[in-house]
């Protein structure tokens, strides 16, 4: 028996209030603040937490609409990127301020986590104010991220902590090498022994003496679906017994006082702090006996590993996390104090790379309903009937559905739909076997999506648990909403490790919510859906929706419908592919003004199809000349006419030029 939760039978609610949405939707739960619905049923972004400082989603849409910017469209608000940030050096601030931390604490960004440039430039100008840093995992983030640091320029630039993880060839080192020369604090962390040669090697060469970093393999295992990257399987790191011998051969080279980082990785999207607490326990021991062999440590990178609690549910499993913020620089801060209170070693500077905790709340994605698809509760008797008079003979399974159907009752549900699902398949059977028309193959069918209907209705209303028998039938039953966006370009974690985001309409939510109904994005692959959605209690297959009306008129589409996914500022840009040709969608920066209200900062358009056709090495001009060869041909042949030939070009010269997503 299941539990039925408030999501799942909201609809047998009485009068809908946006507080009930609130509720339905978790937006407080995942929201952290973030996020709120105003009185006309609007989803509001709360940049900075302030009530009194809100931005409707609805009205941003509207406006971008009216510039001519169309869904699907990513929105980045640059005021939670720096919140969230100044949240997390308060969070350490006031950790090491409660318990008498003296070595301080910088967060540095990797920018793997979200590489985009205007992304970047802000952390990095907010990195010199924060006193917090940047790293780089390749050959080209180390070459973005000087860039960076120089662009951000100010008096803090130099003092701007960057680190280098990864692995490391002769040209990284030596460029690491000058960069330290040029006088950026910058520190290579050694993944493998023979990038401390190299280090060595530049050093000398170059006269200088730079800052070392040893990445060390802990014996503690990190949690979730990033598990591996830590422990003494992990990929990357030094086993404690290299990283005795890197001791000795800094030792042997004059260069141990070099050696000033000791940084661990315990993994991404960490979900249980208890994990976290024994490596940090492990990770501070290391680094105490290492300051006592005369390393001349001064920092302690912890890694990365701060989660987002994207379903609310502040649980330990892979969508959540069962700490806050303000838990987590405690626990950092007091384990490493005490670690290093014992053993009489000073504290060292704290760096985490908190990449997806910084970055994950600062985006959302809009986008727009094409259509719905969906097993209607009402089947239309009369066609029913008129078509069993055309039989010789009546299908007995689909009497035996029109029966079901008429005498279903509170007290019969589970006898009655035991009947339909056995009425069903014998109709399926006759109908394969060629003893069933395809007319009436269409009333079985109609017939037990009602009965489906009725009985999941009746079994709502009744409160209380969920027979097992009718576990399926919400998802069964559910609707399919066709939406303008490819889930392999915008959320390409939610199909490759079914990572949840919360997904909400962003109006309408004064509305009750009638409908269930699963997404579909506008490629063609079968894996282009969303069918696994936030819940704080169950594994939940359908989402909560509105009716989307057809508008009038043939063709005309439906009424306005917006859904909004949130939480994706983290990997979801970076990873997203070209799947069905359709690129990046439209950015747009959203800031606070200085009257409350919203304004554009930046607006970066999306792919057109004229670009994502040239990163697949078509020539555009070639295909334009082509096309107007086979024109001319067609309508020399009379096959076109010289109006259609024209408007046909002019089609396709557009459509180059053009949005990659459905513009109508």
């Known amino acids: 028996m299941a539990t039925i939760s408030a999501s799942r039978h909201a609809f047998i609610h009485g009068q809908w209030t946006v507080d009930d949405s609130a509720r339905l939707y978790g937006l407080q739960d995942w929201g952290k603040g973030y996020v709120g619905v105003d009185p006309d049923g609007h989803v509001t972004i709360l940049p900075t937490k302030d009530p009194g400082k809100q931005i409707d989603l609805y009205e941003v849409v509207s406006g971008l609409r009216e510039r001519g910017i169309h869904t699907p469209v990513l929105l980045r608000f640059n005021d939670i990127l720096s919140h969230r940030l100044k949240e997390i050096r308060k969070a350490f601030d006031d950790a090491m301020t409660e318990q008498q931390y003296r070595g301080g604490y910088s967060c540095v960004y990797p920018i793997k986590v979200n590489q985009q440039r205007h992304v970047c430039e802000q952390i990095a100008n907010l990195a010199v104010e924060l006193n917090f840093g940047l790293e780089a995992g390749s050959k080209p983030e180390l070459l973005a991220v000087l860039g960076l640091s120089a662009v951000a320029g100010g008096p803090g630039v130099n003092g701007m902590p960057i680190i280098c993880n990864g692995f490391k060839d002769d040209e990284f080192i030596e460029t690491v090498t000058l960069a330290t020369k040029l006088g950026r604090n910058i520190v290579p962390v050694v993944e493998k022994f023979s990038e401390l040669e190299l280090i060595v090697k530049h050093a000398k060469a170059y006269n200088v003496r730079p800052k070392i970093g040893l990445r060390v393999k802990l014996s503690a295992r ?391 056709l040239s990163y697949v090495q078509y020539d555009i001009a070639d295909m334009k000349r082509a096309m107007r060869l086979d024109i001319e041909a067609a309508c020399r042949q009379g096959r076109l006419t010289l109006a259609e030939g024209k408007s046909l070009l002019k089609f396709y010269d557009d459509g180059l030029e053009g949005y990659t997503y459905l513009e109508g």
């Open 222 to 612: 990190g949690a979730g679906r990033w598990e591996s990257s830590a422990g003494v399987r992990s990929k990357f790191g030094l086993f404690v017994s290299e990283v005795l011998q890197a001791v000795e051969y800094l030792k042997k080279h004059g260069m141990l006082d070099c050696l000033n980082l000791l940084h661990c990785h315990v993994g991404s999207q960490l979900y249980d702090i208890r994990v976290l607490k024994n490596a940090i326990n492990e990770l501070a021991h290391i680094y105490c006996e290492l300051h006592r062999l005369g390393a001349g440590l001064t920092t302690l990178d912890i890694g990365g590993g701060m989660g987002v609690d994207y379903d609310g549910s502040q649980s330990a499993w892979s969508s959540s996390i069962n700490y806050s913020v303000a838990e987590y620089a405690a626990d950092v801060v007091y384990r490493v104090k005490a670690v290093c209170d014992d053993n009489k070693v000073p504290h060292p500077l704290i760096i985490s790379e908190s990449g997806r905790a910084m970055v994950a709340y600062s985006s959302v994605l809009v986008m727009d309903v094409l259509g719905t698809s969906r097993f209607e509760a009402n089947p239309d008797m009369e066609a029913i009937q008129k078509a069993l008079k055309q039989e010789e003979e009546a299908p007995q399974p689909v009497l035996d559905l029109l029966e079901a159907h008429a005498n279903l009752t509170d007290r019969n549900l589970v006898e009655t739909y035991h009947d339909a699902t056995q009425a069903r398949d014998e109709a399926m059977s006759l109908f394969s076997l060629g003893y069933m028309s395809l007319p009436m193959r269409a009333a079985a069918e109609q017939m037990f999506w009602a009965i489906g209907h009725k009985v999941l209705e009746k079994a709502l209303k009744k409160g209380g648990e969920l027979p097992d028998e009718f576990e399926a039938l919400p998802e069964l039953l559910s609707d399919i909403y066709f939406c303008n966006f490819s889930l392999f370009q915008s959320m390409p974690d939610s199909w490759a490790i079914d990572q949840l985001f919360p997904i909400v309409p962003i109006h309408r939510l004064n509305e009750e919510p009638t409908r269930r109904g699963m997404l579909s994005d506008i490629t063609c692959d079968s894996d282009g859906k969303v069918d696994h959605f936030v819940d704080k209690r169950i594994d939940k297959k359908t989402l909560e929706l509105h009716e989307v009306k057809e508008l009038p008129g043939e063709g005309a589409g439906v009424e306005s419908y917006y859904l909004g996914v949130f939480l994706l500022g983290a990997y979801q840009e970076i990873l997203g592919d070209l799947h069905n040709l359709l690129g990046d969608t439209h950015a747009v920066h959203i800031s606070l003004d200085d009257a409350g209200g919203w304004e554009i900062d930046e607006v970066i358009e999306g792919d057109t199809v004229e670009e994502v």
